[in-house]
């Protein structure tokens, strides 16, 4: 396997996407561009401009016309993924620090950080998914987390509920059309932020990464803990891979504390689990820095990894994790062959 | 050869050494589907450099959904905007393969590696619990081997009944007073020494080489003029060495007739052994065996 670089970015990666057909990847960094990648040879497509402040979200819609991105200027903007223009600019309090587009990409939400006495708010706009269309100015929906801020949001299936991880280490799952908390569950340790909250193909089910070193699988309809991975540093980012039952884990020890420790003791690779068995089954290195976002193409055929030392590391998956199965696995097949 | 041909003769060469022009670049196709592409160009020293590049093209052609098609069409903008197809250089590379082979052992294969690779830090740091019998990192009384191996001190403090020979004598008295520290075999900190003393020299003694015994020698009769670095060559030859230690006497500096010689590999150690055992050295005949005694 081997990793195409792309070096982009001048400053630590904070979020990567890749659109649903997995043909482009679009990263975003602290230094106020995106970028807009082709992921089956590392080609960059284009940048975007506008942003004043470090970025820390970005979102495509399903049918790859619409980019969201959320930054530290206090602004969410949506650009033309085609051109690469700024088509609409919303005006926040405060940082953005999530954005997200719905399954169809008619709603978009995009979760503020709570400063300067501003409490940190969920908030979900109408989408128009049409690059010449007027966007709205007017927020469909406005969620306020008054007891700890919700630090990422994602949406559940059928853009049903609003599921929302917390700086205390709690799942919130909110009524999309209300706005209504339906519930709060403490998936991780009190006081471990939740650093990222990726959703399965279906939206029924979504997985957490956390300070404590966990990522869980949880259900979306009732939030009831499916399966954990537990591993020895805290936890950046998790996705999940499709086609082959496994997660994959990034992380290391926080930026701050890099310096302190060797890139050999820092555990910064990605880490491959298995998400039915929860055993750890593999690792890549490569990054020397800790893995502050992973993303898997839409189609299982690769995964993308973001660091806080500025690159991108695109994967293509090859043999060897094509063909591995568990005994049981194996002997299922068989079974059913013979059949 | 069509190389040669496409170049001018030799005795015009002098006269096209302008050194401001360059040469054109050139194309060759190679037999075997390759290109090569020989080019010039100035570097920082304005020296002229031949750059030649041997360019093999393989043409994947793959189908995709119709939108991934159009996408790959689109004109490039911001930073990239006019750049022609194609990953440009300066923002793309190819990164080193990595091998990346699921497996439900991972963890296992993972550890045993890592223990073996910081072997001589790891000990240090975690040498809370050991194990009197493999050094290991568990009580005496757990230990894998109990039935199979005799305890490490037993060696040299009970005079060893293990084929240690005549060399035993010698060995207690320089471990009694402190020959560990001198002889070669690094720095062992004071509250390792402090547990130590209450057993006998011995043990630290075997501590010492039970800790790679697996592919330590032991070589006697060894001449009482030779250095370490001798040693070192002779052993040299069959694989890494990773430790040459040579008993010397305190007082006059000289050999005392025995070393060890620890390689990285057992295979190597056990060619050396073979080889060298009644190798004349010296005076002497050198007797090699293994440093580990029989079980």
């Given amino acids: ?339 | 050869m069509s190389k040669l041909a496409s170049r001018p003769d030799w005795a015009d060469d002098e006269e096209f050494d302008d050194p401001s022009a360059l040469p054109p670049q050139q194309v060759t196709t190679n037999k075997d589907g390759t290109k090569t592409v020989v080019s010039y160009r100035f570097n920082d020293d304005g020296k002229r450099v031949k750059t030649t590049q041997r360019i093999r093209t393989t043409v994947v052609k793959e189908t995709v959904n119709p939108r991934v098609a159009e996408r790959r069409a689109w004109p490039k903008f911001g930073l990239e905007k006019g750049h022609p197809a194609g990953p440009s250089f300066d923002t793309t590379s190819v990164g080193e393969n990595i091998i990346f082979r699921p497996s439900v052992t991972w963890k296992k294969d993972g550890k045993e590696e890592q223990t073996k690779k910081d072997d001589p830090k790891e000990k240090l740091k975690n040498m809370k619990v050991k194990c009197r019998i493999c050094d290991g990192e568990h009580f005496t009384a757990r230990c894998p081997f109990k039935d199979t191996m005799a305890p490490m001190g037993e060696d040299g403090a009970a005079g060893g009944g293990a084929g240690a020979g005549g060399m035993n004598g010698d060995d207690a008295p320089e471990d009694k007073a402190g020959g560990l520290g001198t002889g070669g075999g690094g720095y062992v900190p004071p509250h390792l020494r402090g547990g130590a003393k209450a057993a006998s020299g011995g043990e630290r003694m075997g501590g010492k080489y039970e800790r790679d015994d697996l592919a330590t020698l032991r070589v006697t009769n060894v001449s009482e003029f030779a250095e370490e670095n001798d040693l070192r060559e002779i052993f040299e030859r069959f694989g890494r060495v990773t430790r040459v230690f040579l008993a010397k006497d305190r007082e006059t500096g000289r050999a005392k007739g025995f070393a060890f010689i620890s390689f990285a590999d057992r295979t190597d150690a056990a060619k050396a052994c073979e080889k060298i055992d009644g190798y004349g050295y010296g005076h002497l005949i050198l007797r090699v065996e293994f440093a580990k005694r029989a079980t």
């Avoid at chain 1, 696995?329 to 068989?334: D, L, P, S």
């Fill in chain 1, 1 to 339: 396997m081997r990793p195409i670089l792309l070096q982009g970015h001048e400053r630590s990666l904070t979020q990567i996407k890749y659109t649903k057909d997995g043909d482009i990847l679009f990263s975003c960094a602290k230094d106020q561009i995106i970028c807009a990648w082709f992921s089956a040879n590392g080609e960059r497509l284009g940048t975007y401009h506008g942003h004043q402040g470090a970025l820390w979200s970005i979102d495509v819609d399903p049918s790859t016309t619409l980019l969201a991105s959320g930054a530290a200027d206090n602004t969410v903007r949506l650009w033309d993924v085609r051109t690469g223009k700024c088509i609409k600019v919303w005006d926040f309090n405060t940082a953005v620090k999530r954005v997200e587009f719905n399954e169809d990409g008619t709603k978009l939400l995009a979760v503020t950080e709570k400063r300067m006495g501003f409490l940190g708010t969920i908030v979900v706009f109408d989408i128009v998914p049409d690059v010449d269309a007027e966007q709205t100015n007017e927020r469909a929906l406005t969620i306020t987390c008054d007891e700890s801020k919700a630090t990422v949001a994602a949406w559940s299936y059928l853009s049903k509920y609003i599921i929302a991880g917390h700086e205390d280490g709690s799942v919130s799952q909110y009524d999309a059309k209300t706005g209504e908390l339906l519930d709060n569950f403490q998936a991780h340790e009190v006081d471990m932020e939740i650093k990222d909250i990726q959703m399965s193909p279906d939206r029924t089910y979504f997985i957490t990464a956390s300070k404590d070193k966990f990522a869980k699988l949880l259900s979306a309809r009732d939030l009831s803990p499916l399966k954990q991975y537990a591993t020895e540093t805290s936890l950046n980012s998790a996705a999940l891979t499709p086609k082959k039952p496994f997660v994959v884990l990034g992380g290391g020890q926080a930026a701050m504390d890099v310096t302190k420790t060797s890139s050999r003791q820092g555990k910064f690779e990605a880490r491959f689990y298995h998400k039915i068995f929860e055993d750890e089954i593999g690792r890549v290195k490569g990054h020397f820095g800790p893995l502050n976002t992973v993303a898997v193409d839409p189609l299982g055929r690769g995964y993308a990894s973001g660091g806080e030392d500025g690159y991108v590391r695109v994967h293509h998956f090859e043999g060897a994790y094509w063909g591995f199965q568990y005994e049981v696995e194996r002997e299922k097949g068989e079974e059913s062959a013979d059949l």
